[in-house]
């Protein structure tokens, strides 16, 4: 499954973006999609997931009521929705796919997830 995520870019605080991340040479059925991010000199971080049956969304707590997570599985997308961007979001942002299976406890875990995008990068300035 190749991952193709887009959407990042330079916003304002409190401005909004929607990432999309696109599979190709696969598709998201009964698979679990992430997005994970990695600011300059840190760790890289869980954002949000949403599991293979779109009926449950995971966020860190940072974002939760701010992100929301959704998925087209007719086009194999996955979309975050990022409102009242913050300083603090900025970062590049990679969307990720397991091979199925993981279990809930591991959704936040990034060696879980077999396929990742290149990534997008989102700059929020003050």
């Known amino acids: 499954v190749q991952l193709q995520a887009c959407g990042g870019g330079l916003v304002q605080v409190g401005d909004s973006l929607r990432l999309s991340c696109a599979a190709s040479?696969?598709?998201?059925?009964?698979?679990?999609v992430a997005w994970f991010r990695q600011a300059p000199g840190k760790e890289r971080e869980f954002v949000a997931a949403?599991?293979?049956?779109?009926?449950?969304?995971y966020y860190r707590d940072s974002v939760r009521g701010r992100f929301a997570m959704s998925k087209n599985s007719a086009k194999d997308t996955a979309y975050l929705q990022m409102n009242n961007l913050i300083p603090e979001d900025t970062a590049t942002y990679y969307c990720?796919?397991?091979?199925?299976?993981?279990?809930?406890?591991?959704?936040?875990?990034?060696?879980?997830?077999?396929?990742w995008g290149q990534g997008t990068k989102v700059t929020v300035s003050s």
């Open positions: 990720a796919v397991d091979s199925g299976g993981t279990i809930l406890s591991e959704i936040r875990n990034a060696r879980s997830y077999e396929y």
């Open positions: 040479g696969g598709t998201f059925s009964r698979r679990n």
């Open positions: 949403i599991r293979w049956n779109g009926g449950h969304t």
